[in-house]
T-cell receptor
Framework: GAVVSQHPSWVICKSGTSVKIECRSLDFQATTMFWYRQFPKQSLMLMATSNEGSKATYEQGVEKDKFLINHASLTLSTLTVTSAHPEDSSFYIC?????????????FGNGTRLTVT | AQSVSQHNHHVILSEAASLELGCNYSYGGTVNLFWYVQYPGQHLQLLLKYFSGDPLVKGIKGFEAEFIKSKFSFNLRKPSVQWSDTAEYFCAVTTDSNYQLIWGAGTKLIIKP
């Protein structure tokens, strides 16, 4: 079945550094990918919608200069957390829409656990 | 604002017990409803979904869910659980305005052998 590969699965970094998270659709083309963030005991919260070849659409309250999203190809979207701080420590997960229809299958990566020290 | 509530964060059952996980959403328009499951160490997988038609939806692995519009609910059920059903279950909703998922907080289900 369709697989979304998210890398790395966990990362520890120091405050002030940047971290890049990759989301790849392995056997389908994804014109749309979503980036979510999950805090403990809360639901996944949508951060941004990434469309291939165009600028990402960020949700209210998400700093676009801090969370840089690039969707350069139909199989790859990246999220870069710039100048990370401890409060950015969280679980980040991507999903990819396998099609253009509203009921197209949505496939998820395994997520990335980010810890900023 | 649209939201999804899963009232139980943790559920512990014995094998062969019946299961019902609650899911309520807040949105007055047309919704599409999903249940996802995440087994330990794996990515989220779709269990079942409802778009229209029969409000009783059957999914994989013996799961089913019933959409009750008047109650804004989409509860997940299974008549007899197995140890392998130990996982985290997420309810999610998309609305008629977009297909971005609105997620519940998840329910961790532990089945005792």
């Amino acid at each position: 079945g369709a697989v979304v590969s998210q890398h790395p699965s966990w990362v520890i970094c120091k405050s002030g550094t940047s971290v890049k998270i990759e989301c790849r659709s392995l056997d389908f083309q994804a014109t749309t990918m979503f980036w979510y963030r999950q805090f403990p005991k809360q639901s996944l919260m949508l951060m941004a919608t990434s469309n291939e070849g165009s600028k990402a659409t960020y949700e209210q309250g998400v700093e676009k200069d801090k969370f840089l999203i690039n969707h350069a190809s139909l199989t790859l979207s990246t999220l870069t957390v710039t100048s990370a701080h401890p409060e950015d420590s969280s679980f980040y997960i991507c999903s990819a829409l396998a099609g253009r229809r509203m009921d197209s299958p949505l496939h998820f990566g395994n997520g990335t656990r980010l810890t900023v020290t | 604002a649209q939201s999804v509530s899963q009232h139980n964060h943790h559920v512990i059952l014995s094998e062969a017990a019946s299961l019902e996980l609650g899911c309520n959403y807040s949105y007055g328009g047309t919704v599409n409803l999903f249940w996802y499951v995440q087994y330990p160490g794996q990515h989220l997988q779709l269990l079942l979904k409802y778009f229209s038609g029969d409000p009783l939806v059957k999914g994989i692995k013996g799961f089913e869910a019933e959409f009750i519009k008047s109650k804004f609910s989409f509860n997940l059920r299974k008549p007899s659980v197995q140890w392998s059903d130990t996982a985290e279950y997420f309810c999610a909703v998309t609305t008629d305005s977009n297909y971005q998922l609105i997620w519940g907080a998840g329910t961790k289900l532990i089945i005792k052998p």
